[in-house]
């Protein structure tokens, strides 16, 4: 590594620089159909009432809905003053984002709602995941921060139910055991069990109730050790084993009836930010911070397709069908790809022909910068924290 002799660029390194020119001649690719938003993507989640639309989290503090095919747009009626980190959907038509400034935000999604609160406070730290549900029929959410709390809140007083303490670093994400729902529901009842995953790398289970909650003794006596560092993701499949992705540069699929022992091991380059399941295809999609969206077999783990769009690190994926998945990424953009067969051969005879020569000429894509210098250096401190 070495300064560069460019005047202009004289505190840069070669390798800084390359970095830099290759980001940019990147940038003007459009694999993915990329829609390109205001500043840095955060969180993506699926909208349910849409099947063509995401809504995603982004750094300028606000929630943004897309729909993926038309590139329209729109914002909805929030406004933090710091990023936004996650997202989750609730059933009573509200979205909760939680946030830089340890609040947890909601935007409602439709008229009339009933909320005590317009944020959620609690947490001592930033606000790293956030999931809604119900028990005994009653809306909650539940939050985990960098303060590595868990806080099962009332949706309907907006206060907490209860705080559970357990890892020893940041929160990373939260699951809901399928197989603690009743047979057939996709909603709990009166309890459920709770998977939550953290910087410690140790996966934990919580018994969660109206009146009570607390870590299963299972969990005490045993937590889920499946990764050599932080976990970011997990994901339960049709048969209620657990998907996992991680700083380590693995994702896994661990096994319930071997004690959730892994029998496949995705090996990455860089850290796994995210993972999703496609049942119908039998494909696994995960996101990397290379830059790069992979699509698996699942069940012989092989690589079946590398797509590459972004141009900086992925930070989040939603299954919009079970044959298209949206990725998101620092990058600003949200771009789709198929997990068909015929959409991937298409996508790579796309690149075989640009690699001939034959180049697109599209105009490169909007620049956003709504964080200042000091707020990028943050956010970039924040996705590498975890290593």
């Not at 840095?40 to 995401?54: E, N, R």
């Not at 300028?60 to 038309?70: C, E, F, K, P, R």
């Not at 209620?240 to 990455?268: E, I, M, N, P």
Request: proline fraction near 4%; charged fraction near 25%; hydrophobic fraction near 35%.
């Amino acid at each position: 590594m070495s300064r560069s002799d460019d005047a202009g660029r004289y505190f840069q390194t070669t390798d800084s620089i390359a970095t830099t020119q290759r980001k940019a001649a990147k940038s003007k690719n459009k694999y993915g159909k990329p829609v390109t938003l205001q500043s840095k993507i955060l969180a993506v989640t699926s909208d349910p009432k849409d099947a063509g639309a995401v809504y995603v989290a982004e750094a300028a503090g606000q929630i943004t809905w897309v729909v993926l095919d038309s590139a329209e747009t729109s914002t909805l009626p929030l406004r933090a003053m710091a990023p936004l980190t996650c997202l989750s959907r609730s059933d009573n038509n509200a979205l909760y984002s939680g946030c830089w400034d340890k609040h947890i935000y909601h935007s409602p999604l439709a008229e009339p709602i009933v909320l005590s609160r317009t944020k959620l406070s609690g947490h001592t730290d930033f606000i790293k995941c956030v999931l809604t549900t119900t028990l005994d029929g009653k809306p909650v959410l539940l939050s985990g921060g960098a303060d590595a709390v868990i806080i099962v809140w009332d949706l309907s007083t907006g206060k907490p139910l209860h705080k559970l303490k357990g890892h020893t670093k940041a929160l990373q994400d939260l699951a809901i055991d399928p197989l603690s729902l009743p047979e057939g529901a996709n909603q709990p009842r009166d309890s459920f069990i709770l998977f939550t995953a953290s910087s410690d790398r140790e996966i934990r289970r919580w018994h969660i109730s109206w009146d009570a909650a607390k870590e299963t003794s299972e969990s005490l006596e045993k937590p889920i050790l499946a990764h050599e560092t932080s976990v970011y993701k997990l994901r339960f499949d049709i048969e209620g084993d657990l998907w996992t992705a991680s700083a380590d540069k693995t994702a896994k699929h661990l096994v319930r009836s071997r004690d959730w022992g892994a029998d496949t091991v995705l090996q990455h380059p860089d850290f796994v930010r995210d993972v999703v399941v496609s049942e119908t295809t039998g494909l696994v999609a995960t996101a990397c911070r290379d830059e790069e969206v992979r699509v698996w077999d699942l069940s012989s783990g092989d690589l079946v397709c590398t797509y590459s769009g972004h141009y900086e690190e992925v930070t989040g994926l939603a299954l919009v069908s079970q044959v298209l998945v949206a990725s998101v990424s620092i990058d600003g953009t949200v771009r789709q790809w198929s997990l068909e067969r015929q959409g991937m051969a298409r996508y790579h005879t796309e690149v075989e022909r640009e690699k001939a020569g034959e180049e697109r000429r599209d105009e490169p894509p909007k620049k956003g910068g709504m964080l200042t210098a000091e707020e990028e250096a943050e956010l970039a401190e924040l996705m590498d924290e975890d290593e």
